[in-house]
């Protein structure tokens, strides 16, 4: 791995693009042989502060910061929905996952759903999809499924095991993640036989695992993922000292909706220290993992002289708590959850650069369009990168798409009792909940409280007020709170229908089964009654 490294770091003053060179601008129609390839690399659960100081102290990501080095680097880029499916959704459709209806891991995208990548094709681009991808409906487990459909039941039932660590106590095993080697070898191939040989330009995409938690020992759909799982050969690359141990808020002073979720994820119990340390450097070990796969990808392009006219693209569906805020997994407006990694770097992008604005996978659509001088269509919600990353490009576009000073950001799914929302600007985030009455919203001064420990929302009401109905004119969220809540229902009864008289069997074995099968006849009582309120 260290010379694999050490042979792209020499060769980088030949791979790397001079700073400003532009991209060839293509006309609707059939791609240009010099129009710019493009290589999208696609984590699962990275956090996005890893990527620059001071959280990339903490772990070394070589071909991270060979990508900062010789690219962009997105200091505030977001996810559109902090879980996997309905997150992708919003990264390849280009449009806020209200008005896909993106509303968990089982409702995302149609199959049929034209994609960035279709049109790419449709105009003479060559592509390719390995990994994951998860974007559209009709998958994940029931459990997954059933838990976001009934989040308004008055119950609040364990559906995880406790977050647990799983070492591999080998230098020498590298490659811990199988399935997510098996297809950064196929996407290196590619690269490498058929990419190579390619008259047209390409547009590649690799969708990972890592660094997501790994399915509990007792695995199969009653199980949540809560292991995190890594080698001795990936946590010698953590630097165990400087390793934050997140201050947590009394249970007692929780909001209610982080109450729930800490709940549902059996993290309201005692942790010590040292097992939040572990959890918190084996994560940072299984990005480290995750790294070492993007450094193939950029390896694979250099050796076949690609990297000189390949744009290539790193970033991650949302990030993972890691025991922040007395939570694990996702599903969460909080940084650790919420942000993501982006990093550019090929023809036309500016190196070493550094970018504030604020950003979301929205924003992917319209870049890949732009990148391969596509015209976008009129309806995205996200605006093009390359006017923020390429010195030409804002030369080009001064006054024309600007990305607005604000991102949104919603949640509709599983271990959250609310519909939520955020809206983040340059200094405060806002987070508003439900009908905007009901549940109190929350309010973060990011720029004096990074770690968002302290809800500032009743001290600054003109800030809430006016960022309140900001975001109320982008979406009227009491309404499509409202369609969630309705779309819950009528899929709990199609759900339940279907099985007929095996209902309460596998209601009462699904991942919360533990919980559930102390008072089976409870939580059936509650369901009903749900049922029947019409609020």
């Known amino acids: 791995m260290l010379s694999l490294w050490m042979s792209v770091v020499a060769t980088s003053a030949v791979a790397s693009p001079a700073p400003g060179a532009a991209v060839p601008r293509v006309p609707a129609g059939r791609a240009q042989p010099e129009a710019p390839n493009v290589v999208l690399v696609a984590s699962d659960s990275f956090d996005g502060r890893l990527t620059f100081h001071p959280g990339s102290q903490v772990v070394k990501l070589p071909f991270i910061n060979f990508m900062k080095a010789h690219g962009a680097t997105f200091l505030n880029a977001y996810t559109n929905s902090p879980i996997c499916c ?49 974007y559209t409906s009709g998958h994940h487990s029931v459990s997954n499924r059933v838990e976001a459909w009934t989040r308004d039941v008055a119950f609040a039932l364990r559906q995880e095991g406790r977050p647990v660590v799983s070492l591999i106590p080998r230098k020498t095993e590298v ?43 007792s695995s199969g759909e009653n199980f949540g993922a809560s292991t995190f799982r890594t080698s001795l050969y990936w946590l010698e690359r953590v630097s165990e000292t400087t390793i934050k141990i997140p201050k947590w808020s009394p249970l007692s002073e929780m909001h209610p909706v982080d109450y729930y979720s800490s709940y549902t994820k059996n993290c309201t119990g005692e942790f010590t220290k040292e097992e939040i340390k572990k959890i918190r450097a084996f994560y940072y070990a299984m990005c480290a993992e995750t790294d070492a796969m993007l450094g193939e990808i950029i390896s694979a392009l250099r050796q076949s002289d690609l ?6 693209i790193f970033t991650s569906d949302h990030g ?24 550019m770097m090929g023809p036309g992008i500016k190196t070493n650069l550094q970018v504030s604005n604020v950003v979301s996978l929205v924003d992917i659509y319209p870049t890949m369009l732009d990148i391969a001088g596509i015209s976008p269509p009129q309806n995205l919600s996200g605006y093009s990168l390359l006017p923020l990353s390429s010195e030409t490009f804002q030369n080009e576009t001064k006054f024309k798409h600007q990305h607005p000073p604000w991102i949104l950001s919603e949640f509709h799914g599983c271990n959250v009792n609310a519909s939520t929302y955020m809206l983040r600007t340059n200094q405060w985030k806002y987070i508003a909940y439900s009908d905007g009455v009901s549940v109190l919203p929350q309010l973060f001064d990011l720029s004096l409280d990074p770690d968002e420990l302290t809800n500032v929302a009743a ?21 499509v709170s409202a369609a969630v809540r309705q779309y819950n229902k009528e899929q709990f009864i199609s759900w339940r229908q279907s099985l007929g008289q095996n209902y309460s069997n596998v209601i009462a074995n699904l991942r919360w089964h533990q919980d559930w099968l102390k008072e089976p006849r409870k939580y059936e009582r509650a369901i009903n009654q749900w049922l029947k309120n019409p609020h």
């Open 86 to 134: 309905p997150s992708r959704a919003a990264m390849w459709s280009g449009l806020f996952i209200h008005l896909t209806q993106s509303w968990n891991n089982f409702k995302g995208l149609e199959p049929n759903y034209t994609t960035w990548m279709d049109v790419m094709e449709k105009h003479g681009y060559r592509t390719q999809k390995f990994g994951k991808l998860d």
């Open 175 to 217: 490659r811990v993640m199988k399935g997510d080697w098996v297809n950064t070898d196929r996407a290196v191939h590619w690269l490498r036989k058929e990419a190579a040989n390619e008259t047209q330009p390409f547009a590649l995409y690799l969708g990972l695992n890592l660094p997501h938690p790994y399915p509990s020992p």
């Open 307 to 312: 990297l000189r006219n390949t744009i290539v």
């Open 320 to 343: 993972e708590l890691a025991m922040e805020h007395r939570q694990f997994y996702k599903m969460s407006m909080y940084e650790a959850s919420a942000h993501v990694p982006l990093l």
């Open 459 to 479: 001290e600054f009401p003109d800030i809430t007020c006016s960022l309140d109905q900001r975001l109320r004119s982008i979406v009227n969220y009491p309404k």
